[in-house]
């Protein structure tokens, strides 16, 4: 899978889980992906000072981009 690809990927997936995040007043937006395998977002709005934001990092949006590409290693938020 190019760079490009692996873009789209987890642009697709953020794009699933945007809706659940919405829902609570918050967002995501992809800061970089880093030798194609780690993912840095930034969760935004409510979810910035969310107590339980560690858990949908790892539950919810790290899960699903790895749904959508399987050789992500890592998922961290970048304050």
Do not use: W, Y
Request: with cysteine.
């Amino acid at each position: 899978m190019t760079t490009e690809e692996l873009t789209i990927e987890v642009q697709k997936a953020l794009a699933e889980i945007r809706p659940f995040l919405e829902s609570d007043g918050g967002n995501i937006s992809l800061i970089s992906i880093e030798d194609d395998k780690h993912v840095k977002v930034r969760l935004e709005g409510a979810c910035t000072n969310c107590s339980v934001n560690q858990m949908t990092l790892k539950a919810g949006v790290e899960t699903t981009i790895k749904k959508f590409a399987p050789q992500i290693e890592t998922v961290v938020n970048i304050l």
